[in-house]
């Protein structure tokens, strides 16, 4: 396994339920294959640099995480079409192996 | 001062100095230091970094651009930047 790290962009009118169904959604795609969450960071509602679909702030979320290839790219699949994700970026971390 | 300003010092990787292995995109305050004030990102001459951690710098500046933690541009206001001609 290796090591990734995902950043999302949430929309910040989500509530909090719909945000943590968001979140465990996320976490489910990365366990379901054998994947190991190391550590969430949230950082919270956060300025823009410039606006992204109308928004000025959005709701940040890192999460680093240690998994397979396929595992990577499924999630890439479910976060495209999950609306209430404006943008997320998956990176990967080799200097945390 | 200027960005661009000329140091008669001899400059050394700030990231070389502190042993850098990594150069995290999420670390806005330290990307900034190496981006002008319109955002743009300085050149090796001018921030005195060797050229595999100015690489990683650009990469990590990019990325940063991309999630909207840093901007691509400063517009300008009013023709002027702290008062000099652009």
Sequence with gaps: MKAYEVMLIIDPSLDDDGREALLSKVRGVITADGGVVDSEDAWGKRKLAYEIAGLAEADYHVLMFHADAPTVAELDRVLKITDPVVRFKIIRRDDLD | ?86
């Design chain 2, 1 to 86: 001062m200027s960005d661009y300003a000329r140091k008669p010092k001899r400059k050394y990787c700030q990231f070389c100095k502190d042993k850098v292995e990594y150069i995290d995109y999420k670390d806005v305050n330290t990307l900034k230091k190496f981006m002008t004030d319109r955002g743009k990102i300085k050149p090796r001459r001018v921030s005195g970094n060797c050229a595999q951690h100015q690489h990683q710098l650009a990469t990590a500046i990019k990325r940063a651009r991309e999630m909207a933690l840093v901007p691509y541009t400063v517009p300008v206001v009013s023709g002027r930047v702290d008062g000099r001609r652009r």
